[in-house]
């Protein structure tokens, strides 16, 4: 026998200090109180259809969402708990912020059911049927709506914003285009040879201004994806359990985001930026969003069980240990479903492009990959692909030898604009030699004021591509210069518009921190893949500038041809059917409604849930899909998904 009990939900503040609605003018605000008088209440002599309650949880559709739970069939409510439910919910135009737990409990089986909400939502009432309420219950979940109100910038802590918490800053080039570029230099490089032969050079300081004219000098402090885990979760008292936490393999991954020109200034000497996170570079996520992302791109799943948030690579939890097992005399209905719906043929890995940075644009080819995964000797069966486009964008570091050498270019148009300029200059100054010389001048005085003007040109113009050529100096600003060496490298407006994760070198400074950046002759080959034989290096020769001695963010590639990229260490055994863990094999167990196996679904106890975990019967792994507990029939049925061993 199933019984059914109700109290109204005391609502409290973020100081956990009992608040009441008050609804003074129509205007809904919280004052301090506590509801009086608020035991629960037994109202299942005033309910209809208990009988015929059922309890389900079940995956999501999408892997990296939070699993639905709970939903339970109508039931009616009338008599004495119609009253108390209306007036709680529909007395005054604020009450629709009220709204009762409820309590469900099977007095036969001594189990007691995870809290329920009773809210303003659904209910429907028909006039010709008197005082009756007909509504659904649903389980209590304010765990889905932490994670769907919380920002990924939430500044509770005061990290955000110049405040007490260092990040990791990233050294960003920000270059419009070359010719843009080149037009500023080479104006800057005129005005630098002038300084060096007047007296002006007394007055104007130009260091600054064609450092930021060239690109250079601006860091973005960037948050570690655990501390935006650890910042949002602590606020509700809760930890993490993820790969992204110190020890596990995602330990140095960041989250990089500029929402405009929000960047720290640049130093000429070693530099010292802040590594305070500006404010305004936030990007406006909820964490179920960012989940959501992240675990997309990492292909695993996120849940939320007890008071921590686990992510979890989906290969991991495919081969977990089973966590109970259903003994065969214990079933009455047993069900084998084959699906033959064909596996994936291949599978289409993209990064989003960056609308606003062309060198996302360039390095695009090498973060992504189309990778065939069977060969059609190897199982004709397959076909079609998977489509995977994830919300982040590939990253080009200077240095890396993919797509435009900018430097060059900007040093190539820096140097045929400052002679223009040059050669302007020398023009005026003739003009203006010979409007004042007149008739009077000897023909020799003239030619003597040319001469200077001339020579003063020339002396000009060497300085300026002197200059030129020294910014481009392997101790200035060139390719070759190791503090520069690995920065971030954005071309475009000089924001990044779409996020970028990279996996910092753990062993570079905080200050000025580094990709992780490997040999390029340490990548080992995938025979499977590349039955070629080619090295990553020879793969890549001839499409950008420079030897490609180095891969830059490497582990963050999807790459099928080689080891240690995101392709072959997290999604390759979830995708490739040949790999894949998971078979057509569909099996429908029916199992008589019992105590052992109701405490075993953990419909009871959030941390126990069963759903996308391995169960053992008859010596077989499978996954559980999701299960129904009905009342109607007084059986428990579970959908499981046939697990094989991963070659």
């Known amino acids: 026998m199933l019984t059914i009990e109700i109290r109204k939900h005391q609502h409290v503040d973020h100081n956990a200090n009992n608040v009441l609605i008050d609804c003074t003018n129509a205007i809904a605000t919280y004052i301090p109180g506590t509801i009086p008088d608020n035991d629960w209440i037994d109202i299942t002599q005033d309910c209809e259809n208990l009988d015929t309650l059922e309890f389900s949880e079940k995956q999501p559709d999408k892997q990296n969402k939070q699993r639905e739970k709970g939903a339970t069939s109508q039931i009616v409510i009338g008599f004495d708990a119609y009253h108390l439910i209306m007036d709680w919910l529909m007395s005054t135009p604020c009450s629709f912020l009220n709204y009762f737990d409820v309590r469900i409990t099977d007095t036969d089986l001594n189990y007691q059911y ?64 070359a010719m843009t570029k080149a037009f500023t230099i080479g104006a800057w490089a005129v005005i630098d040879a002038i300084k060096a032969f007047s007296i002006i050079g007394l007055f104007i300081d130009i260091s600054t201004l064609y450092k930021k004219a060239y690109g250079f000098g601006n860091f973005l402090p960037s948050p570690y994806i655990r501390d935006i885990l650890e910042n949002c979760m602590s606020k509700i008292g809760y930890t993490i359990n993820t790969p992204f936490d110190v020890g596990q393999f995602a330990e140095n991954d960041v989250f990089v985001y500029s929402n405009g020109y929000y960047h720290t200034n640049y130093d000429d000497e070693p530099v010292s930026p802040s590594q305070k996170f500006i404010f305004e570079n936030r990007l406006v996520w909820q964490l179920s969003d960012f989940l959501e992302a992240i675990c997309d791109l990492y292909c695993s799943i996120w849940f939320i069980s007890g008071t921590t948030l686990y992510i979890i690579p989906q290969k991991d939890n495919n081969n977990s240990e089973p966590v109970f097992e259903i003994a065969e005399q214990d079933v009455v209905s047993d069900c084998k479903t084959f699906s033959f719906e064909k596996g994936k043929a291949g599978g289409n890995y993209e990064y989003s492009k960056d609308g606003a940075d062309t060198a996302s644009g360039d390095t695009i080819n090498e973060y992504n990959d189309i990778v065939d995964f069977d060969g059609l000797t190897n199982n004709a069966m397959l076909e079609g692909l998977f489509d995977k486009k994830f919300r982040f964008s590939s990253s080009s570091f200077w240095g890396d030898s993919f797509g435009e050498d900018l430097q060059e270019e900007i040093e190539n148009f820096s140097i045929i604009v400052a002679v223009l300029i040059a050669i302007v200059l020398s023009c005026v100054a003739l003009s203006f030699v010979t409007g004042t010389a007149g008739a009077n001048v000897a023909a020799g005085g003239f030619i003597a004021s040319a001469a200077i003007v001339i020579a003063a040109t020339v002396a000009i113009t060497g300085a300026a591509i002197a200059f030129i050529n020294g910014l481009g100096s392997s101790t200035k600003y060139g390719y070759s210069n190791a503090h520069f060496k690995g920065s971030l490298k954005v071309v475009g407006t000089g924001s990044i518009f779409t996020p970028r994760i990279i996996r910092m070198n753990p062993g570079s400074d905080n200050r000025n921190k580094k990709p992780v950046i490997i040999s390029s002759d340490s990548i080992q080959i995938n025979p499977y893949y590349n039955t070629s034989g080619i090295s990553w290096r020879d793969q890549w020769t001839g499409y950008g500038y420079g030897d490609f001695n180095e891969a830059f963010n490497y582990p963050l590639f999807f790459d099928s041809l080689y080891f240690g990229t995101l392709y072959d260490t997290l999604h390759e055994k979830v995708d490739n059917a040949l790999f894949l863990s998971q078979s057509n094999e569909s099996r429908k167990l029916v199992i008589p409604l019992c105590g052992e196996y109701l405490s075993k679904t953990g419909v009871n106890n959030d941390q126990e849930s069963i759903i996308g975990k391995i169960i053992l019967y008859k010596n077989t792994r499978y996954k559980v899909i999701d299960f129904q507990i009905k009342y109607t029939d007084l059986s428990i049925t579970f959908n499981l998904k046939k697990q094989n061993e991963i070659i």
């Open 114 to 177: 995870k809290p329920y909400e009773l809210k303003p939502d659904n209910i429907e009432m028909c006039e010709d049927e008197g005082c009756q309420l007909t509504l659904p219950l649903r389980e209590s979940d304010h765990l889905k709506s932490v994670v769907d109100k919380l920002s990924i910038h939430d500044n509770w802590q005061g990290w955000f914003g110049s405040g007490a918490k260092d990040f990791p800053c990233i050294q960003v080039f920000k270059h419009l285009n």
